[in-house]
């Protein structure tokens, strides 16, 4: 079973040792990992070749979405309350494919309480007057019921620590008992 | 042509005088806006019955974009350098079933620029050592990426200011002209 391993990952110093740790973390589970700096197996499509890399790397993604059972996402806080949109990004795509979403986040709190505490306020609204989702749920409600309704988990520890991937881990596990 | 509106519009402190504006933006125009909070046509499945409204909510919009040929997203940054991640997971859904994209910002700086400014930082890592795209996208390159390789375009106008639609209407029109 390939499982796609999305998240904010890719941002850290030495994305080759992480990538490297969460392949051997699926391998011991029978699973394969696809990191999103993962080269095509077939290589690009040829008629990629006028395109900047970055729209390369944004269809390469795509392609290694398209051709995964499954997708684990990483949906740590990144810069302010909410997920990476690159990873939740990807999440909408997964979901659109009708295929199961895992998310895990080294962040135990819930979405308002995290929200809150970012910008200093103890009400409905943030600094700049727009409603506070308030759902008890992870994350904004679009994250939370895709992987819901999906047959994912979302599996949270305390955090923030970019390094522990036990909240990956479990989700690698749910994977397998599902 | 029915329009998908998505947005953190759905947050402010009058959203439905919010949908009212955008829609009748869309209608003169001769398109069919549709927004989050709109109730579905047919009303919701009732296999929806037992579910927390915020999972109602998530699979309404879900529902909506599925009945869209084309998604307008307001991918102005929201609580940090980046969009509203509920207003990303949308545009990656759509992206998944191969339906335009269009997106529109009232913030015209390249991504890379805005995080640095979010962090006060000048190199090419944030403040928590994660590396700072720069590839002079307006946000993650998987939305730029998306929006390219959908036929859509990506409008920005300098900003901030929420009350502004100008970015919207030139999506309008560039999905008329499309």
Redesign the interface.
């Known amino acids: 079973m390939r499982v796609y391993l999305a998240g ?1 990952d ?4 030495d994305p080759l040792a992480r990538a490297a740790r969460m392949k051997a973390a699926c391998r011991a589970r029978g699973l394969v990992g696809v990191f999103p700096l993962d080269p095509l197996p077939q290589g690009d499509p040829e008629d990629w070749a006028g395109l ?4 390369r ?3 390469r ?2 392609a290694h979405i398209a051709s995964c059972d499954v997708l684990v996402a990483n949906l740590s806080p ?9 990873t ?10 009708g295929r199961p979403v895992f998310g895990w986040s080294n962040d135990a709190r819930p979405f308002a309480e995290r ?1 809150r505490a ?2 200093g306020v103890a009400g409905e ?2 600094a ?6 308030d ?1 008890g ?1 992870a ?8 992987i ?2 999906s047959g994912g988990v979302f599996v949270r520890r305390a955090g923030p620590d ?1 390094q522990d991937l036990s909240a990956f881990e479990s989700c690698l596990a749910a994977i397998i008992a599902s």
Do not use: K, Q
């Open positions: 904010p890719v941002f850290l110093a900047p890399e970055a729209l790397i944004a269809r993604n795509e990144f810069r302010g309350p909410s997920a990476d949109v690159g939740v990004f990807e999440v909408g795509f997964m979901r659109a494919l929200t970012f910008f609204v943030d700049a007057g727009m409603l506070i989702e759902f749920l994350d904004n409600l679009m994250i939370d019921g895709a819901a309704a970019w």
